[in-house]
T-cell receptor, first 112, second 115 residues
Framework: GQNIDQPTEMTATEGAIVQINCTYQTSGFNGLFWYQQHAGEAPTFLSYNVLDGLEEKGRFSSFLSRSKGYSYLLLKELQMKDSASYLCAVSHASGGSYIPTFGRGTSLIVHP | DGGITQSPKYLFRKEGQNVTLSCEQNLNHDAMYWYRQDPGQGLRLIYYSQIVNDFQKGDIAEGYSVSREKKESFPLTVTSAQKNPTAFYLC??????????????FGPGTRLLVL
């Protein structure tokens, strides 16, 4: 089994930096994804980490520590359009198929 | 343009009725997935298929059924046995060579409401 934990909601100011944390407990870890989902829409891929360290993609960065079961998504220079839900998903061994399991998501509200 | 389509966008079901949600992809992906999303619950896996004519139960398969007769199509039937079907249903696909490490591409979703 596994447990994925993210904060339910966060607020931040336009132009600021925000860090969204994700902790997990799982067997057979095989990578961690971050997706962005605007209200009523489909999730879209942001990042994938399988090795420890920081992956940077423009304004978004994702960090992974496998020994601590911890990841974070860092959003810089926040824009109003970044208001969305951010989903952490962990790939794990389940009956031989490594299908990612999603956390409950963190709703980010960016205000002026 | 390649992508995933789901239809309908909204679907209403009467008590005791089976309904089928459509999912089609033209990305030439082998793997396809069905998720259910409830408020505050994140995405929960219903069924997945890694190849034509084969599919596996996910975490919440009870009350649902699927088929995978064609690579492009993975319809989901919500049966009358599903007692709480009201939710947002998302279909996704990935290349299928190594699902653990692959980006999933999602359709726009179908919102199912019980009358």
């Amino acid at each position: 089994g596994q447990n994925i934990d993210q904060p339910t909601e966060m607020t931040a100011t336009e132009g600021a930096i925000v860090q969204i944390n994700c902790t997990y407990q799982t067997s057979g870890f095989n990578g961690l994804f971050w997706y962005q989902q605007h209200a009523g829409e489909a999730p879209t891929f942001l990042s994938y980490n399988v090795l420890d360290g920081l992956e940077e993609k423009g304004r978004f960065s994702s960090f992974l520590s496998r020994s601590k079961g911890y990841s974070y998504l860092l959003l810089k220079e926040l824009q109003m359009k970044d208001s969305a839900s951010y989903l952490c998903a962990v790939s794990h061994a389940s009956g031989g198929s490594y299908i990612p399991t999603f956390g409950r998501g963190t709703s980010l509200i960016v205000h002026p | 343009d390649g992508g995933i389509t789901q239809s309908p966008k909204y679907l209403f079901r009467k008590e005791g009725q089976n309904v089928t949600l459509s999912c089609e992809q033209n990305l030439n992906h082998d793997a396809m997935y069905w998720y259910r999303q409830d408020p505050g619950q994140g995405l929960r896996l219903i069924y997945y298929s890694q190849i034509v004519n084969d599919f596996q139960k996910g975490d919440i398969a009870e009350g649902y059924s699927v088929s995978r007769e064609k690579k492009e199509s993975f319809p989901l039937t919500v049966t009358s046995a599903q007692k709480n079907p009201t939710a947002f249903y998302l279909c996704a696909s990935s290349i299928g060579e190594n699902p653990a490490r692959e980006t999933q591409y999602f359709g726009p979703g179908t919102r199912l409401l019980v009358l």
